[in-house]
């Protein structure tokens, strides 16, 4: 079974920093694309981030380009979201989701992150 | 960027009625588009890909159809548990969701 666990999530001030973990089992990681997508309270989902399976494509949505980065660990079956110079619009549920050719078929149940003073 | 834009934003229903569905893509992606199904507390859920390929394990009363940047989302006879939110995303040119469609009973 196909399973997506992300933690990390937390209460932090604007200009903080977080890192965000995804443990991924059932599945072998390195044949699969992963994304990072958020979802704001009460807003439909928007795509993050983006690492191919042997990790050479990169993407970022343009808001978050220079302060968040991506990066995946074989070896820990595990995709890494770090998150500097958070706004208070970066608040929201981040789900960690696996892609085959591009189509988003699994995602994980979400860390939430709340960027507040 | 392709902007996605679902309609309506909210749809009225019965169990057993026929709902559809409407999202248009800003420009075209030939059949790359995917439905989703969301629940309240829980993740997103791959209900169609590719525009009208019935995700593994999702009942064939869920339909899609469509190309280019008109595409539709089809329950027929809408059964308790199909009570959510629905969203359709492109997937041609990185990933864009639309803003939902939520299916309420009536």
């Known amino acids: 079974e196909v399973q997506l666990e992300e933690s990390g999530g937390a209460l932090v001030q604007p200009g903080g920093s977080l890192r965000l973990s995804c443990a991924a089992s059932?599945?072998?990681?390195?044949?699969?694309?992963m994304n990072w997508v958020r979802q704001a309270p009460g807003k439909g989902p928007e795509w993050v981030s983006h690492?191919?399976?042997?990790?050479?494509?990169?993407y970022y949505r343009d808001s978050v380009k220079g302060r968040f980065t991506i990066s995946r660990d074989h070896a820990e079956n595990s995709v890494f979201l770090q998150m500097n110079s958070l706004r208070v619009e970066d608040t929201a549920v981040y789900y960690c989701?696996?892609?085959?050719?591009?189509?988003?078929?699994?995602w994980g149940q979400g860390t939430l992150v709340t960027v507040s003073s | 960027d392709v902007q996605m834009t679902q309609s309506p934003s909210t749809l009225s229903a019965s169990v057993g009625d026929t709902v559809t569905i409407t999202c248009r893509a800003s420009?075209?992606?030939?059949?790359?588009l995917a439905w989703y199904q969301q629940k309240p507390g829980k993740a997103p859920k791959l209900l169609i890909y590719?525009?009208?390929r019935l995700q593994s394990g999702v009942p064939s009363r869920f339909r899609g159809s469509g190309a280019a940047t008109e595409f539709t989302l089809t329950i027929s006879s809408l059964q308790p548990d199909d009570f959510a939110t629905y969203y359709c995303?492109?997937?041609?040119?990185?990933?864009?969701f639309g803003q939902g469609t939520r299916v309420d009973l009536k």
């Open positions: 690492i191919s399976s042997e990790g050479i494509r990169i």
């Open positions: 059932g599945f072998t990681l390195n044949n699969y694309g």
């Open positions: 995303q492109q997937y041609n040119f990185y990933w864009t």
């Open positions: 420009r075209g992606i030939s059949y790359w």
């Open positions: 590719e525009a009208s």
């Open positions: 989701a696996r892609d085959r050719s591009e189509v988003i078929d699994y």
